[in-house]
């Protein structure tokens, strides 16, 4: 099985960027689909990003980050990545990093965090305004 640790969070002004990280161990991210959820206070977890495992290794965005994340892998460090731009306070979250072993392209499974198996510890993303 994999460990995944997410580091990169912190405070940022509205308009600004951060890149989070979310390295493997145990096992290369090459054998996962990889995405990145979030969740704020009082709010239930929702996805950002995902890098599938899929025949046609698609990518996946949420609508509301769309244009402005964007999510990569890089297997030599094991490592995936979440690049931020044009945050907004609304942004305002723990994000965690999560592996799943499905390999087909349903969108409906790849957003949902219910079918990943495995998670980060999280990292703090704060937006001010």
């Known amino acids: 099985q994999v460990q995944l640790v997410e580091s990169g969070g912190g405070l940022v002004q509205a308009g600004g960027s951060l890149r989070l990280s979310c390295a493997a161990s145990?096992?290369?991210?090459?054998?996962?689909?990889m995405g990145w959820f979030r969740q704020a206070p009082g709010k239930e977890r929702e996805f950002v990003a995902a890098?599938?495992?899929?025949?046609?290794?698609?990518?996946h965005y949420a609508d509301s980050v769309k244009g402005r994340f964007t999510i990569s892998r890089d297997n030599a460090k094991n490592t995936v990545y979440l690049q931020m731009n044009s945050l907004k306070p609304e942004d305002t979250a723990v994000y965690y990093c999560?592996?799943?072993?499905?390999?087909?392209?349903?969108?409906?499974?790849?957003?949902?965090?219910?079918?990943?198996?495995?998670w980060g510890q999280g990292t703090q993303v704060t937006v001010s305004s």
């Open positions: 145990g096992r290369t991210v090459s054998s996962y689909g």
């Open positions: 999560a592996a799943d072993t499905y390999r087909g392209g349903r969108r409906d499974y790849i957003v949902n965090p219910d079918r990943y198996e495995y």
């Open positions: 890098s599938a495992l899929s025949w046609s290794d698609s990518i």
